[in-house]
Every structure is written in structure tokens, then in C-alpha cells.
């Protein structure tokens, strides 16, 4: 297999499942924008989702950079590390969206 065709299937690979992480991310956005703020039973189950879906998307992100290396290491060539943005960052700009004072008329 060649180095770029290995780089392909890690960057497939690593979106593949970022993308329901992400997916994840913003259904938890959004569960907090209706769940009441004094429902501290509910808060407490939506930061804990936040921090699941941020630790399998901390495993994923040094799983591939392990990857990535094993296989430059293999062909002899340097690590690049392109990342594509973690499940946080991806869903960041849809969370600012979604609080935006455009939206706060909106109700549920």
C-alpha cells in the first residue's frame, strides 16, 4: 500500500467517525438550549456527554496521529499532521449559530 493511499484511508477513516461525533455535539447544543437552567439533574447528564463525546474524540485524534507516524515511519517520509477539527471545533460555529440572538425568538 502507498503512503498517500494509507494517508487517505487514516483521513476516511478518522472522518467517518468524527462525523456522528459531531452529530452528537450538536444535539447535546441543543438539548442545553431548551433544558431549563435550574434542571441540574439534566445539566449534570449533558456535561457528562460533552466529556464522552470529548474523550472518544481525544482517542480518535491520537489513534490517527499514531497512525500517521507508523506509517511515515514506514515510507521513510516526515509526519505532516493535518487534523481535521475535532468534534468540538466542528460543531463550535453551529453552537454560536444556534445562540445567536437571531435565534432567541425562536421557541421550542
Request: proline letters at 4%; a negative charge; aromatic letters at 2%.
Amino acid at each position: 500500500m502507498s503512503e498517500s493511499h494509507a494517508r487517505d484511508l487514516i483521513a476516511d477513516f478518522a472522518h467517518q467517525l468524527r462525523q456522528p461525533l459531531s452529530t452528537l455535539e450538536a444535539l447535546i447544543s441543543c438539548l442545553e438550549l431548551i433544558i431549563p437552567v435550574g434542571d441540574e439533574r439534566a445539566q449534570e447528564q449533558l456535561r457528562r456527554m460533552h466529556f464522552e463525546v470529548g474523550t472518544v474524540d481525544r482517542i480518535l485524534a491520537e489513534g490517527v496521529r499514531s497512525l500517521r507516524t507508523l506509517v511515515a515511519h514506514q515510507s521513510g517520509s516526515r509526519v505532516v499532521d493535518v487534523m481535521p477539527l475535532s468534534a468540538g471545533e466542528a460543531v463550535e460555529g453551529l453552537s454560536c449559530a444556534l445562540t445567536s440572538p437571531a435565534t432567541a425568538s425562536v421557541t421550542y
